[in-house]
């Protein structure tokens, strides 16, 4: 019902989700937090979602050490 709400009926609930979990993993959310949110039961399947996003955030990280670096 709400998919067809919000105009997103194209899409199934499995990639809505794994979605909105990178999505708030690429904010900076902590697990507990994505959890609350996506309804997730274990750290486990959040960290298999946001995995890609927050190495992504750690190579910028990385890199901008690297380049302040004297």
Do not use: C, W
């Not at 708030?24 to 946001?50: C, E, F, P, S």
Request: hydrophobic letters at 40%; proline letters at 1%.
């Amino acid at each position: 019902k709400l998919r067809r709400q919000i105009g997103a009926e194209a899409y199934d609930i499995h990639s809505l989700r794994y979605t909105a979990t990178a999505e708030l993993a690429r904010v900076g959310l902590d697990d507990d937090l994505i959890m609350a949110i996506t309804g997730h039961k274990t750290h486990r399947m959040v960290q298999l979602y946001a995995g890609a996003e927050r190495q992504k955030l750690r190579a910028r990280a990385a890199n901008f050490a690297r380049e302040k670096r004297p």
